[in-house]
C-alpha cells in the first residue's frame, strides 16, 4: 500500500501544478458573493491562494497537518497569509459559531466522504455555516469507467488497468486506477520516477482513494441537507451537463 498522497503535499502540488480550470469559478464566486469564504479542504491553499489574492478573507478547513502547513507557508510566501483562518477540522463536525457568505469544496474534496452518515454530516455542517442567501458550490469527478480511451473518474488513467505515463518536471509519471463499482470507490495511484545525481532510480508513491458520486445522488444529498436550490453545470464554464461533462460542478442556495 503506498503512503497517502496528502501525506506528502510536495508531490501533490507537483502533480497539480497545472491545475488550473476551477480557479476562475471559484473567485467568481467569492466576489459576487464576498467573504470570508469558508473553504472545506482547502490543501495546500491552491484555490485559498487564488481566492486571498484577490482581497478575499478565506477561512480554510484543512484536517491534514502536511497539507494545512504547507497551505500557510506558501500564503506566506505570497504575502496574503494574515487573509486566510486555517482551522484543523473534519467538515463533518464543523462548529465554527460563525456564518458566512460563501462555503466551497474545491477539487473534489467531498469526495473523501466514504458513507452517507459522512456526507450527511459534512452537507449538514456547510448548510448551518451559511446566513441568509448563502451559496455553497463544489466539483466532483463524473465516474466514468470501462471503455477504454475515456476518462476515468479521476480524469487520470483512463479504463481501469490502463497505466497512464506521462513527462512531469524532471521525471516520468505513472497513474492507473482501480474501480470498485460496488462501492463506487476508486483508487488512483502515482508513481514519480526520476533519475538522482548518482545515478540511481528515485521513487514517490502515493495513493488517493475516493468515493464518487451520481449527479443526483449528490443533488439529493444537497437537497436533504436544506438547500433549496440546486444546479449542476457540466464544468466550470456553467456550461450544462453533457455526456462528455468530465466534472460536474454544483452550485446550491439556503
Ligand atoms: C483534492 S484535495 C483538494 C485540496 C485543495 N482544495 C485544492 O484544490 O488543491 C482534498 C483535501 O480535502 C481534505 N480532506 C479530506 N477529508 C476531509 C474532511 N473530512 N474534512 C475536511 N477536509 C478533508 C484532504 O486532506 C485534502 O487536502
Known sequence: MSPDLYDDPEFYDLLHAGYRDDLAFYRGLADDHGGPVLELGAGSGRVTLALAQAGHAVLAVEPSPAMRARGAARLAAAGCGERVTWIDADMRALDLEATVPLAIAPFHALMHLPTLDDQDAALRAVNRHLG???????????????????????????????????????????VWQTDDAA????????????????????????????????????????????????????????????????????????
Not at 133 to 158: E, Q
Open 183 to 254: 462501492n463506487q470507490v476508486v483508487v488512483t495511484e502515482h508513481r514519480w520516477d526520476r533519475v538522482a545525481d548518482d545515478g540511481g532510480l528515485l521513487r514517490r508513491r502515493a495513493s488517493l482513494r475516493q468515493r464518487y458520486f451520481h449527479r443526483f445522488e449528490l443533488e439529493r444529498a444537497l437537497r436533504a441537507a436544506g438547500f433549496a436550490r440546486v444546479r449542476t453545470f457540466g464544468g466550470f464554464g456553467r456550461a450544462p451537463v453533457t455526456q462528455t461533462a468530465t466534472s460536474w460542478v454544483f452550485l446550491a442556495h439556503v
Open 132 to 174: 441568509p442567501g448563502g451559496a455553497f458550490a463544489t466539483d466532483v469527478f463524473v465516474p466514468r469507467f470501462g471503455a477504454a480511451g475515456t476518462a476515468g473518474a479521476a480524469g487520470a488513467a483512463g479504463a481501469p488497468g490502463a497505466v497512464r505515463a506521462e513527462r512531469l518536471g524532471d521525471g516520468d509519471l505513472f
